[in-house]
């Protein structure tokens, strides 16, 4: 950005001279398409469908797919205050400025740090998850040499900070290519599963409705909820998209409800081609290689081998999805001047937040290398981490909705009363129900016991009082911090 100035010279003539000056504001044009695939990539569509889905069945069984469609339509109800709550409060603060506009500065600050925290934690699933996969094709499929997965984790951590440092558009135009080349894959798995049919006397593809005295319901709803994180994306791009009056809820809904819709046809794409009796079994014996092996059987051993291509893509797309997230509420924070200034800065040619996304890409290499030192399994990392991610998202979703509700129930509007307290309340009643699963399930959820679990349990729930105390502090203080929190100044 550049403005003109008029300056003095030696001769005492005066001129016109560029100053050029730091853009205060992110920058970027995505359209609708674009931030919904932005939002699609987060939860890794082709990492979803061959690694998660089984896991899901594994608890679920035949009930799978409804289950999907159960926490479609809570979000989608969630989403009727959400969007409006963004046409109301038109700045790109996410979660982060709801819950501050609803339940006021400390708990929007203690929802900020619940914010950042999950989803820098949700991206270091990528870093271990990737060396996994890119480690095991190179020595079995390549015959390759041995390399240590630090090295693999360092390399994706290298590239998504390179991307996320740019032009948010670079991001969205590499995220939506890959999206399309995951779908195409995920479609073809699922025509050719129905073409295909299970094997006669294993019930064929029928479903089931999930019932609350399901074993094991509390679980696979946990896990299905996770799928839908990401889609606030829409609202802390908001800065960097096209009319984002209209793009920001269209894009929300098509987010929510295809995510919602694209997995529920591959859950059931699954119980088509091992039959509903036998899903659950089936993916029990053969979670890790149940859809590589299906794809083997559907359309051949050469297409595997360019899914597995795919797959590495997808966690990459995934990763770079969160950590355009993660910087943005780094950068929110900067700005507030709650976290050093610095963090705030924008690039001024790229037009992002440049500093914060190379901080997060540093911690997460500085986290590589510390759990390699350690000698850490990569494959209890990563589940842990992702754990530990979502718990803390989840907390902040039950925040947004009763935040979503009060602002409204202390500001009327002209909207009618099914979308400013009818729907938050029940979103916020829906969402509630499934924090209360994820405290009960969480031992399950960060896949430990005893001392880690407690210990990341009691962090997670400090980190909303950690925020409430900080901002009376602040209050104190530095009064005009405080009363940017939430970016209330843009």
Not at 227 to 246: C, H, L, M, Q, S
């Amino acid at each position: 950005m550049a403005r003109h100035e008029q300056v003095p010279t030696v001769s005492g003539e005066r001129r016109m001279a560029e100053v050029v000056e730091e853009p205060r504001r992110l920058q970027g044009n995505m359209g609708v398409g674009e931030l919904a695939m932005s939002v699609l990539a987060f939860s890794a569509p082709l990492t979803t469908v061959a690694g998660f889905i089984p896991v899901l069945l594994m608890f679920g069984g035949k009930t799978g797919p409804a289950i999907y469609i159960v926490a479609t339509v809570i979000l989608m109800v969630f989403c009727v205050g959400f969007t409006l709550m963004g046409r109301t409060v038109p700045n790109p603060g996410g979660f982060y400025a709801f819950v501050t506009q609803g339940l006021g500065r400390p708990a929007g600050l203690g929802g900020a740090f619940l914010a950042t925290f999950g989803y820098f934690m949700i991206g270091f699933f990528a870093p271990p998850f990737f060396a996994i996969t890119v480690q095991s094709y190179v020595e079995k499929n390549l015959h390759g040499p041995h390399i240590s997965w630090g090295w693999y984790a360092l390399a994706i951590v290298a590239v998504t900070t390179a991307l996320a440092y740019r032009r948010i558009d670079l991001s969205a135009k590499v995220l939506t290519a890959v999206m399309v080349l995951e779908v195409i894959v995920v479609i073809v798995f699922d025509i050719a599963s129905f073409v295909h049919g299970a094997p006669s006397g294993t019930g064929g593809a029928a479903l089931s409705l999930p019932w609350v005295t399901d074993p094991n319901i509390g679980l696979a709803l946990l896990f299905v909820v996770g799928n839908f994180f990401g889609f606030e994306a829409t609202v802390i791009f908001r800065e960097e998209v096209k009319d984002p009056d209209k793009t920001i809820p269209r894009a929300t809904y098509l987010s929510v409800a295809g995510i919602g819709v694209f997995y529920a046809l591959a859950a059931w794409a699954y119980i088509a081609y091992t039959g509903a009796n036998k899903a659950q079994a089936a993916a029990t014996a053969n979670t890790g290689g149940m859809f590589t092996d299906a794809l083997t059987v559907l359309v051949g051993k050469t297409v595997v081998d360019i899914v597995t291509i795919l797959l590495l893509t997808s966690i990459l797309a995934s990763m770079l999805s969160i950590h355009n997230v993660t910087a943005r509420y780094m950068y929110s924070l900067g700005t507030d001047g709650v976290l050093p200034t610095a963090l705030g800065k924008v690039h001024p040619k790229h037009g992002s937040p440049y500093v914060s996304a190379s901080i997060i890409g540093a911690l997460w290499a500085v986290g590589v290398v510390l759990f390699v030192a350690l000698g850490t399994d990569p494959n209890v990392l990563y589940a842990r981490a992702s754990g530990i991610g979502s718990f803390a998202i989840v907390l902040l979703l039950f925040a947004a909705s009763v935040a979503v509700f009060v602002y409204f129930r202390r500001n009327p509007s002209q909207e009618p009363a099914w979308k400013t307290a009818a729907s938050p309340l029940l979103a916020a009643i829906g969402i509630g129900v499934v924090a209360y699963l994820a405290v009960t399930n969480y031992a399950d959820l960060l896949g430990g016991s005893g001392f880690v679990t407690s210990f990341f349990l009691v962090f997670t729930f400090a980190l909303f009082p950690i925020g409430l105390c900080v901002a009376r502090v602040l209050r104190g203080r530095r009064p005009e911090v405080y009363q940017r929190i939430g970016r209330q100044e843009l």
